[in-house]
């Protein structure tokens, strides 16, 4: 679980950040998926855009996307998802001391 302070150095980092997933109207594909874990994997803070239709449905998809993978929302803003999940083995974000 992410505290305040690691929430806002994260959304930080994602402010700068271009999204390298993008959901359409096909929603979460099989191949999304797998992409998002590979990504997670590599970047562990991922920014997505959800190109779906009402605020529910992006909420929907948001909240299968972590369960599935694991990852925290970080921030969303508009059709905008940023998610952040641990790289167990290789971490690329070490988080300043507090």
């Given at each position: 679980?992410?505290?305040k ?7 930080s980092l ?79 974000i ?5």
């Amino acid at each position: 679980m992410l505290n305040k302070q690691k929430l806002k150095f994260l959304r930080s980092l994602a402010h700068e950040a271009s999204p390298i997933i993008w959901i359409g109207q096909h929603g979460l594909s099989a191949n999304v998926q797998e992409e998002l874990q590979q990504a997670l994997d590599h970047h562990e803070l991922v920014k997505i855009k959800l190109r779906v239709g009402e605020r529910n449905e992006r909420d929907t998809i948001a909240q299968s996307l972590c369960d599935i993978t694991g990852a925290e929302v970080v921030q969303k803003i508009g059709n905008t998802l940023t998610v952040y999940r641990a790289n167990k083995k290789e971490a690329r974000i070490s988080f300043p001391k507090s």
